[in-house]
């Protein structure tokens, strides 16, 4: 049960792509075909492994639909990682990556690993993304990029889990600076050190300091202007 | 049991000086809503006002929180004011208990205080309490089926004989408002009692100020508390088999998305008072006043959570029925249907569980004494957080589904619904560890009082910080309902 570490994760893109599905396969290894219109956001939670180390993954699943964006856009905060999704089978959800995007870089911070997946891939014969054009945005946007099928499971794992990697790397070589994000954002809750043998105050990653922390609660009780 | 007392001690110890903290400067804050409950209260409000609990005050660390200290004179404003501990007004007292006390403390130090302070100080052992439960529930089942029933009669001597457990249990009480204050009342109580023999051991809490002085947010704590509580698992399991029976009602919560959804909320909640407070500040003139006396009005209606007396006879919903209708009831038109749905699932399938706990027993009551028993106190107690922690999830998915409904639809939201519904959630959770007790105490009929009686607190501790979380919850939804209500009376202007 115990964890080195637990990202946050953020899962978007426009609505009847498949997120909610995505999900429901990375943790419980099976697929819904009808699924009820998210509201607001849902959950899911699953531990994985990485270099030795357990990483809790805390998943946030976010409503496609146009309406609830002013309230899922709240929930960016502090994501460690985002998995932008759009349907093969549909060119407009691709279409509206780059809003997707915007919105992404806007309310989390700068430095959260986006994860392009381009979803259905078991529907080639309604294919009408190619693959190429999903990497070239990828390329563009510097993203990581991937195909899935939540249905068949194919590269479902991957996508979580390489997302994670790059996270992991990216805390490796002290990317993420505390100090400067912490005016932006809050990466308190995302890249939060849980050490095991601790009494009271969580531990952090060797570049941060229990006092950093003090700081970035108190900033993350702030409101956002 | 008595090797944990030196980690466990100063764990318990920070629940209690917190509840200290800001009640010294607010003594009143919690006592005009126990009025009628004076057997328990008396006691309770003496010791609040002790000066003792100083220290605990002064030993504030970090200076960046002085500002706390000036939140806390003004009860109104403690409750407004977001972020810091004062935000969660006098709720803060006990979801700190269960930041520290949680669970794995609760088997260990903390149970073990207050048993020290129940002998101590004469309050019936939780054993007692919960055997004259079951003695209650059977007169009044007599009297319910007997129609004719006195009011006032017969309730009120078991009003006074169960003032103690009222306050243990927070919930149980049906009267008045006193449920979930008096809960914290005994807790504070025996607190005091208790910091009384921790400051020995640990003078001017070192050991337990650095968990105080914290501001971060309710999710937070709860989250460390929870991982605080895997660490001591994990410790504890190789080397003492025997602390697998102690449920881990934090971790549970978490497990059923208690905390992500209590986050999500928190959110929510944050960003929709800043949105409040920035409309007041674009306004002017009879515009302001009137938004004032309109959110006034609102937070009248968050503060009063009124808990009526009539439904005695709710002790007989036994497969959870009633709970579901009145939720049902007081969901009307809130448009949560699936979340609701969970929630019934939920209660009813505790409400069979409890049935079949009771079940053999009185069938098999003939039969011989060894064949009897398959269900051993640890599996009840289990049981039991399992299913309070669920419930308590559910209930706050519930109101982060409602919160995101109310952004979303701007419809009109009433928050006497939102409250009756706090009260309904309190009700079933009261009710619910009433009955597991009760089972605890038929199923340990043969156990000695200190294996039984630190189960049965346990069990009373979380239902009373089960309470609280949908407490804390409900008050999460009012700058909410507020930003829907200023967008609402923008649009009809506009029209």
Same mark, same amino acid.
């Given at each position: 049960?115990?964890?080195?570490?637990?990202?946050?994760?953020?899962?978007?893109?426009?609505?009847?792509?498949?997120?909610?599905?995505?999900?429901?396969?990375?943790?419980?290894?099976?697929?819904?075909?009808?699924?009820?219109?998210?509201?607001?956001?849902?959950?899911?939670?699953?531990?994985?492994?990485?270099?030795?180390?357990?990483?809790?993954?805390?998943?946030?699943?976010?409503?496609?639909?146009?309406?609830?964006?002013?309230?899922?856009?709240?929930?960016?905060?502090?994501?460690?990682?985002?998995?932008?999704?759009?349907?093969?089978?549909?060119?407009?959800?691709?279409?509206?990556?780059?809003?997707?995007?915007?919105?992404?870089?806007?309310?989390?911070?700068?430095?959260? @690993?986006?994860? !392009?997946?381009?979803?259905?891939?078991?529907?080639?014969?309604?294919? $009408? @993304?190619?693959?190429?054009?999903?990497?070239?945005?990828?390329?563009?946007?510097?993203?990581?990029?991937?195909?899935?099928?939540?249905?068949?499971?194919?590269?479902?794992?991957?996508?979580?889990?390489?997302?994670?990697?790059?996270?992991?790397?990216?805390?490796?070589?002290? @990317?993420?600076?505390?100090?400067? $994000?912490?005016?932006?954002?809050?990466?308190?809750?995302?890249?939060?050190?849980?050490? !095991?043998?601790?009494?009271?105050?969580?531990?952090?990653? !060797?570049?941060? !300091?229990?006092?950093?922390?003090?700081?970035? @609660?108190?900033?993350?009780?702030?409101?956002?202007? | 049991?008595?090797?944990? =007392?030196?980690?466990?001690?100063?764990? &318990?110890?920070?629940?209690?000086?917190?509840?200290?903290?800001?009640?010294?400067?607010?003594?009143?804050?919690?006592?005009?809503?126990?009025?009628?409950?004076?057997?328990?209260?008396?006691?309770?409000?003496?010791?609040? *006002?002790?000066?003792?609990?100083?220290?605990?005050?002064?030993?504030?660390?970090?200076?960046?929180?002085?500002?706390?200290?000036?939140?806390?004179?003004?009860?109104?404003?403690?409750?407004?004011?977001?972020?810091?501990?004062?935000?969660?007004?006098?709720?803060?007292?006990?979801?700190?208990?269960? &930041?520290?006390?949680?669970?794995?403390?609760?088997?260990?130090?903390?149970?073990?205080?207050?048993?020290?302070?129940?002998?101590?100080?004469?309050?019936?052992?939780?054993?007692?309490?919960?055997?004259?439960?079951?003695?209650?529930?059977?007169?009044?089942?007599?009297?319910?089926?007997?129609?004719?029933?006195?009011?006032?009669?017969?309730? %009120?001597?078991?009003?006074? %004989?169960?003032?103690?457990?009222?306050?243990?249990?927070?919930?149980?009480?049906?009267?008045?408002?006193?449920?979930?204050?008096?809960?914290?009342?005994?807790?504070?109580?025996?607190?005091?009692?208790?910091?009384?023999?921790?400051?020995?051991?640990?003078?001017? +809490?070192?050991?337990?100020?650095?968990?105080?002085?914290?501001?971060?947010?309710?999710?937070?704590?709860?989250?460390?508390?929870?991982?605080?509580?895997?660490?001591?698992?994990?410790?504890?399991?190789?080397?003492?088999? =025997?602390?697998?029976?102690? &449920?881990?009602?934090?971790?549970?919560?978490?497990?059923?998305?208690?905390?992500?959804?209590?986050?999500?909320?928190?959110?929510?909640?944050?960003?929709?008072?800043?949105?409040?407070?920035?409309?007041?500040?674009?306004?002017?003139? /009879?515009? *302001?006043?009137?938004?004032?006396?309109?959110?006034?009005?609102?937070?009248?209606? +968050?503060?009063?959570?009124? +808990? /009526?007396?009539?439904?005695?006879?709710?002790?007989? /919903?036994?497969?959870?029925?009633?709970?579901?209708?009145?939720?049902?009831?007081?969901?009307?038109?809130?448009?949560?249907?699936?979340?609701?749905?969970?929630?019934?699932?939920?209660?009813?399938?505790?409400?069979?569980?409890?049935?079949?706990?009771?079940?053999?027993?009185?069938?098999?009551?003939?039969?011989?004494?060894?064949?009897?028993?398959?269900?051993?106190?640890?599996?009840?107690?289990?049981?039991? #957080?399992?299913?309070?922690?669920?419930?308590?999830?559910?209930?706050?998915?519930?109101?982060?589904?409602?919160?995101?409904?109310?952004?979303?639809?701007?419809?009109?939201?009433?928050?006497? %619904?939102?409250?009756?519904?706090?009260?309904?959630?309190?009700?079933?959770?009261?009710?619910?560890?009433?009955? +597991?007790?009760?089972?605890?105490?038929?199923?340990?009929?043969?156990?000695?009082?200190?294996?039984?009686?630190?189960?049965?607190?346990?069990?009373?501790?979380? %239902?009373?910080?089960?309470?609280?979380?949908?407490?804390? &919850?409900?008050?999460?939804?009012?700058?909410?309902?507020?930003?829907?209500? #200023?967008?609402?009376?923008?649009?009809?202007?506009?029209?």
């Amino acid at each position: 049960m115990a964890y080195a570490y637990l990202f946050k994760y953020i899962i978007i893109g426009d609505t009847g792509v498949g997120k909610s599905c995505l999900l429901l396969q990375f943790t419980d290894k099976r697929f819904q075909p009808v699924h009820d219109l998210t509201i607001g956001v849902e959950f899911g939670a699953r531990m994985i492994t990485i270099d030795g180390k357990q990483i809790k993954l805390q998943i946030w699943d976010t409503a496609g639909q146009e309406s609830f964006r002013s309230i899922t856009r709240s929930y960016y905060r502090g994501a460690a990682g985002a998995l932008l999704v759009y349907d093969i089978t549909r060119r407009d959800t691709f279409n509206h990556l780059t809003t997707w995007l915007e919105d992404a870089r806007q309310h989390s911070n700068s430095n959260m @690993v986006i994860m !392009l997946i381009g979803n259905k891939s078991d529907l080639e014969s309604r294919r $009408e @993304v190619k693959k190429e054009e999903g990497e070239a945005f990828a390329r563009e946007h510097g993203l990581i990029f991937m195909e899935t099928s939540a249905k068949t499971a194919s590269n479902v794992e991957e996508a979580f889990i390489n997302t994670a990697k790059e996270i992991y790397e990216k805390i490796q070589e002290g @990317v993420f600076d505390i100090n400067n $994000e912490v005016r932006h954002t809050s990466l308190c809750f995302s890249f939060l050190l849980k050490p !095991l043998h601790s009494s009271s105050v969580p531990v952090f990653p !060797l570049f941060l !300091l229990s006092v950093v922390f003090q700081q970035c @609660v108190w900033f993350a009780t702030l409101p956002l202007s | 049991m008595s090797d944990s =007392e030196a980690p466990g001690a100063p764990e &318990a110890s920070t629940e209690v000086s917190t509840e200290d903290g800001s009640p010294a400067e607010t003594p009143d804050r919690s006592s005009p809503t126990t009025p009628d409950n004076s057997t328990d209260v008396a006691p309770t409000r003496k010791a609040r *006002r002790r000066p003792e609990i100083q220290p605990v005050a002064d030993v504030k660390e970090k200076p960046k929180v002085e500002e706390q200290p000036a939140e806390a004179p003004t009860p109104s404003q403690s409750t407004v004011s977001q972020g810091g501990w004062g935000y969660w007004g006098s709720w803060g007292k006990t979801i700190l208990s269960t &930041a520290t006390a949680t669970v794995a403390t609760v088997g260990q130090g903390l149970t073990q205080v207050i048993e020290k302070a129940e002998t101590s100080l004469g309050i019936p052992s939780p054993t007692e309490l919960s055997a004259r439960v079951e003695e209650e529930q059977k007169e009044q089942a007599e009297s319910s089926s007997g129609t004719d029933r006195v009011p006032g009669d017969g309730s %009120a001597a078991v009003e006074s %004989a169960f003032g103690m457990l009222s306050s243990l249990t927070s919930v149980v009480q049906s009267t008045g408002k006193t449920m979930i204050t008096g809960g914290l009342d005994a807790l504070e109580f025996i607190g005091k009692k208790t910091m009384d023999v921790i400051a020995e051991g640990d003078p001017g +809490f070192k050991k337990t100020k650095g968990l105080m002085n914290r501001n971060s947010t309710l999710s937070q704590v709860l989250r460390e508390a929870k991982e605080r509580e895997e660490q001591q698992t994990a410790e504890t399991e190789s080397s003492d088999s =025997e602390k697998k029976m102690v &449920a881990h009602y934090g971790m549970l919560f978490d497990e059923f998305q208690g905390l992500s959804h209590l986050e999500a909320l928190e959110i929510l909640s944050r960003e929709s008072e800043s949105k409040v407070k920035s409309v007041l500040t674009t306004l002017s003139g /009879d515009e *302001r006043v009137q938004l004032r006396a309109d959110l006034e009005l609102i937070k009248e209606s +968050f503060s009063l959570v009124e +808990f /009526d007396d009539e439904d005695v006879d709710e002790k007989k /919903d036994e497969d959870g029925s009633e709970f579901v209708r009145e939720l049902t009831e007081s969901l009307e038109g809130l448009s949560v249907t699936a979340t609701a749905e969970k929630l019934s699932k939920a209660c009813r399938s505790t409400c069979s569980q409890i049935t079949d706990m009771t079940k053999p027993e009185q069938e098999e009551e003939g039969s011989e004494e060894g064949v009897k028993k398959t269900l051993s106190v640890e599996d009840v107690h289990a049981a039991a #957080i399992r299913s309070l922690a669920e419930l308590t999830a559910r209930s706050i998915e519930l109101f982060h589904k409602l919160a995101e409904m109310i952004l979303f639809s701007n419809s009109s939201t009433e928050a006497s %619904a939102l409250s009756q519904l706090t009260v309904v959630l309190c009700k079933e959770i009261s009710l619910l560890s009433k009955k +597991f007790t009760s089972c605890l105490t038929t199923a340990g009929s043969n156990e000695k009082g200190d294996v039984l009686n630190p189960l049965i607190t346990g069990v009373f501790l979380e %239902a009373s910080n089960s309470a609280s979380y949908i407490q804390d &919850a409900f008050q999460l939804l009012r700058p909410i309902v507020e930003i829907s209500h #200023i967008q609402r009376s923008a649009e009809s202007t506009e029209q």
